[in-house]
T-cell receptor, first 114, second 115 residues
Framework: GNSVTQMEGPVTLSEEAFLTINCTYT??????LFWYVQYPGEGLQLLLK?????DKGSNKGFEATYRKETTSFHLEKGSVQVSDSAVYFC?????????????FGRGTQLTVWP | EPEVTQTPSHQVTQMGQEVILRCVPI?????FYWYRQILGQKVEFLVS????????KSEIFDDQFSVERPDGSNFTLKIRSTKLEDSAMYFC?????????????FGSGTQLSVL
């Protein structure tokens, strides 16, 4: 079946620290992979995505590489800011399934201190 | 950027009561979805809706649940007889189309507490 496992939170970092949030998946076939972010009081927003193996998704300084051999899609940022404090969700969509049929992880709360 | 709006942000109900969660999707969107997240668990897909019909539903979406687009702007999720385990954050989402390059737009959620 389809499933996403992401790193337990919360994660607390100082500004300018390096961030990694781990995400691994199980899926039938070759899924598309996503990171969504939820800022306080807002809805989930697409942060980045990758649709095939070795693709790198990037946005706002965040990156994630689709690794088929390790079934992973870890989120990284070289230097976090206070404004990055949010909940981050890893998700997958099976190939051929509808856009909204996403499988999410539990979310990882990130807090960045100045 | 346009927003999906969910009301109320927090709803409290008694076990066994009916509850309706309301969402206003983005005005020109055609596809609508509900998700939920029980505290500490994964965000789970409930249902997708297009052209006034359910297009897909998960095993969670049993006969206690129903969805409706009663007018041109609202999209609702009804739980007929709430149970304690229905306590969760419920997210509505919408999209214009279904392609891989399309985006889902999510509301900020309604926290449902069943007492």
């Amino acid at each position: 079946g389809n499933s996403v496992t992401q790193m337990e939170g919360p994660v607390t970092l100082s500004e300018e620290a390096f961030l990694t949030i781990n995400c691994t998946y199980t899926a039938t076939g070759y899924p598309s992979l996503f990171w969504y972010v939820q800022y306080p009081g807002e809805g989930l927003q697409l942060l980045l995505k990758a649709t095939k193996a070795d693709d790198k998704g990037s946005n706002k300084g965040f990156e994630a590489t689709y690794r088929k051999e390790t079934t992973s899609f870890h989120l990284e940022k070289g230097s976090v800011q206070v404004s990055d404090s949010a909940v981050y969700f890893c998700a997958l969509k099976s190939r051929g399934s509808t856009l909204g049929r996403l499988y999410f992880g539990r979310g990882t709360q990130l807090t960045v201190w100045p | 950027e346009p927003e999906v709006t969910q009301t109320p942000s927090h709803q409290v109900t008694q076990m066994g009561q009916e509850v309706i969660l309301r969402c206003v999707p983005i005005s020109n969107h055609l596809y609508f979805y509900w998700y939920r997240q029980i505290l500490g668990q994964k965000v789970e897909f409930l249902v997708s809706f297009y052209n006034n019909e359910i297009s897909e539903k998960s095993e969670i979406f049993d006969d206690q649940f129903s969805v409706e687009r009663p007018d041109g702007s609202n999209f609702t999720l009804k739980i007929r007889s709430t149970k304690l385990e229905d306590s969760a954050m419920y997210f509505c989402a919408s999209s214009l189309r279904q392609g891989d390059n399309e985006k889902l737009f999510f509301g900020s959620g309604t926290q449902l507490s069943v007492l």
